[in-house]
């Protein structure tokens, strides 16, 4: 028995997608030619050069391009990678899959939950081979800390760009810091085509291996067969099928193109929540980097991907999520940490990772998107605030 889908006046994530993304579709269509061909090569090559990278490889989904970043490296058994516990479970499970060992850092604060250099200084071992940093909500991680920590101590830098595609710092893009950069364009972030992803790199032969790992390890592709440039191919090393298709990096290109509109739109809608919240219970993460106007900080160019906000300690947080599902405003949680998964106790064991979980166990999602109202934005703060109020009379 099929459910109604709830109407949420408010979404957690509304999708900018139009007329041009269905004239892209229909003309791939059209053209005959379903899977990677010269949309997908269009769109790696305006993605790469977006992002100011030489190269860019794109994928089915992110966990794949994570997982193909580490294989590429050549990170495999007896390895360890350090990778924060508060992110999606990808980031972790990618590194499982190389049969590497996955060691969980803190963030650095309850405002800051970025990777902390300090403690990933501390989880360094001599089986440690690389770091996945991950820009959380689409806010930049301490860069330079990490990548002179892995300098000192010979290790590569995978950069998580999922939450932060068009972000950057100091000038660079997100995904340009480490070795490889691995991009999501699942279905509610902010360049979406449905399931995707790609990887940045600048090395030439890092993309070669990434290009031959997309595709069984084959020296040639069907596209370059159907273009008359090869008649047939070698196997030159265990690849996968994590391919993307053209009618995905259609959608995608199209996205491209409104990303950098849309990435200053949720910071916008963001600098609103902030104001809206300041003087309340209510705390806001990320906030005290960016006070005045986003003119004042050139250099930081975050993605603003969610909008993350922190109850009051001690509050009810199911039921202030259920007083906002009965207004028609839909919330969610980034996130339920790594380490506190049950397949992650059974592997490694009980971890303390005091700041991560207090920030978890406070965490609140809020709607964000392009479509949204400064007015909205100010009706779904007070809804919030009046929540931890009723809650907290009902607890009383
Ligand atoms: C969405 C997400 C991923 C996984 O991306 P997929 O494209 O769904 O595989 C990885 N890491 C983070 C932080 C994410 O938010």
Same mark, same amino acid.
């Given at each position: 028995m099929a459910t109604e889908p709830i109407q949420w006046r408010y979404p957690l994530a509304d999708l900018d997608l139009g007329e041009p993304e269905q004239q892209a579709v229909a003309a791939v269509l059209q053209s005959k030619w379903l899977t990677m061909g010269a949309q997908t090569q269009a769109f790696e090559a305006e &993605?790469? =050069?977006?992002?100011?990278?030489?190269?860019?490889v794109a994928v089915g989904n992110c966990t794949q391009a994570l997982h193909m970043a *580490? #294989?590429? #490296?050549g990170i495999g058994p007896g390895d360890e990678v350090i990778v924060p516990s508060l992110s999606f479970v990808a980031t972790a @499970? +990618?590194? *499982?899959?190389? $049969?590497?060992t996955v060691r969980f850092a803190e963030v650095i604060g309850l405002h800051t939950p970025t990777l902390d250099p300090e403690s990933v200084l501390g989880k360094i071992n001599k089986h440690t081979r690389a770091i996945i940093p991950m820009h959380y909500a689409g806010y930049p991680c301490q860069m330079q800390p990490l990548v002179d920590l892995a300098a000192r101590h010979k290790l590569a830098i995978i950069e998580d760009v999922a939450h932060a595609p068009g972000a950057s710092l100091n000038g660079r893009a997100l995904g340009t810091y480490g070795s490889i $950069?691995? %991009?999501s364009f699942f279905s509610n972030k902010n360049l979406s085509t449905g399931e995707g992803g790609m990887l940045l790199t600048d090395s030439e032969a890092l993309d070669a291996r990434l290009r031959l790992l997309r595709s069984h390890g084959m020296t040639t592709l069907t596209w370059d067969r159907h273009k008359g440039h090869a008649n047939t191919y070698d196997v030159v090393a265990l690849g996968y099928n994590n391919r993307i298709d053209e009618i995905r990096s259609a959608?995608?290109?199209?996205? #491209?193109?409104? #990303? +950098?509109? @849309?990435?200053?739109?949720? !910071?916008? *809608?963001?600098?609103?929540?902030?104001?809206? %919240?300041? $003087?309340s219970p209510i705390e806001t993460p990320f906030s005290d980097g960016y006070s005045g106007d986003?003119?004042?900080?050139p250099m930081l160019k975050p993605a603003g991907h969610i909008l993350p906000v922190l109850l009051p300690k001690g509050a009810n947080r199911a039921n202030v999520m259920a007083a906002l599902r009965q207004a028609g405003i839909q919330t969610s949680i980034h996130y339920p940490p790594i380490h506190? &998964?049950?397949?992650?106790?059974?592997?490694?064991?009980?971890? =303390? !990772?005091p700041i991560t979980e207090e920030y978890a166990a406070r965490e609140l999602t809020l709607p964000l998107y392009p479509a949204l109202g400064e007015d909205d934005v100010d009706i779904i703060a007070k809804a919030v605030i009046s929540a931890i109020g009723e809650t907290k009379e009902k607890e009383q």
């Open positions: &993605f790469a =050069s977006a992002h100011g990278a030489k190269y860019a *580490l #294989l590429a #490296l @499970n +990618a590194v *499982l899959y190389t $049969g590497a $950069g691995a %991009f959608i995608g290109r199209v996205q #491209l193109a409104k #990303l +950098a509109a @849309n990435n200053q739109r949720r !910071l916008q *809608l963001t600098r609103r929540y902030w104001q809206a %919240f300041a $003087g986003p003119t004042d900080h506190s &998964f049950t397949a992650y106790r059974q592997r490694y064991g009980e971890q =303390s !990772l």
